[in-house]
């Protein structure tokens, strides 16, 4: 039998567009040589401009989805992203509650890029309670850490985050003001390493989608997590400086810029 790639289930709402949600979990698993389980968790209508509509799959559909593949194959990270609802959130948690020796990666959504509401404050508290104990690390931008932690220092924000049980706390800085783009990795400890990219011009749609696939991905091929942050951002930053623009709207990343 052929070598078995590494393998990634992520739990993401529906992206029409390939360029975030669980199309961008795929193609960016891929991409980074591992093979990408899927559950769905949402429907949308989209483009490139903003989220129009949402749909939640039933929470039951969801942990059966879930189930099924966890009972066939062997998983070695989890990566979540838009979960839809209340219920979705309190069936993934039940899933990871069972499998407490595979390391998550949760991309906390909370809007979409043109800042059309994805998460309600019911989901948030959600989050907090079910999810954030559960997850390896967070990769929240500035904008979704200070609305999980209701504070506005981002050293205060982590501190907080942490302490509602994720391990690492991996802020993004492309929404702040600072002419490089600033990505800071805190634990418990404090500030774990702290990288600075070039900021591209422009507006993309899927770039927090691609870099915690791409950091479920690296850890699942067996890298520590420092390093897989790293190798994240890296793959993540040369994915959308590859981007291109088929729509009106935000440009995509293109997780194939090796080839």
């Known amino acids: 039998m052929s070598f078995s790639p590494p393998i990634v289930l992520a ?23 591992c093979h990408p389980l899927s559950v769905l968790t949402a429907l949308t209508v989209q483009d490139t401009s903003g989220v129009e509509s949402l749909q939640a799959v039933d929470c039951r559909w969801v942990e059966d989805q879930a189930r099924r593949l966890l009972a066939e194959m062997r998983v070695d990270a989890f990566k979540l992203g838009v979960l839809g609802s209340a219920q979705n959130i309190a069936a993934v948690a039940g899933v990871l509650a069972e499998h407490p020796d595979i390391p998550v990666v949760c991309d906390p959504v909370l809007a979409s890029g043109r800042g059309d509401a994805l998460a ?7 989050l907090r309670e079910m999810i954030l104990p559960q997850s390896t690390v967070l990769t929240p931008n ?12 981002l050293g205060a924000c982590a501190r907080k985050i942490l302490a509602m049980g994720s391990e690492f706390v991996l802020i993004t800085g492309t929404h702040e ?4 783009v600033v990505n800071t990795l805190y634990d418990a400890a404090g500030v774990v390493r702290e990288d600075r990219w070039q900021r591209l011009p422009g507006s993309y749609h899927g770039s927090g989608c691609t870099l915690a696939s791409a950091l479920a991905a690296a850890l699942a091929s067996g890298a520590s997590l420092p390093e897989a942050v790293r190798d994240a951002q890296e793959f993540t930053w ?3 400086a590859a981007g291109f623009a088929p729509g009106k709207g935000q440009a995509l ?4 810029f090796e080839q």
């Open 142 to 153: 500035s904008l979704e850490a200070r609305a999980l932690a209701a504070e506005r220092d």
């Open 238 to 240: 040369q994915a959308l």
């Open 253 to 256: 990343p293109n997780r194939f």
């Open 177 to 180: 003001a600072t002419d490089e």
């Open 11 to 33: 739990f993401a709402a529906s992206d029409p567009t390939g360029g975030a949600g669980l199309q961008a979990d795929i193609l960016t698993i891929a991409a980074m040589g």
């Open 120 to 126: 309600s404050d019911e989901m948030i508290d959600a």
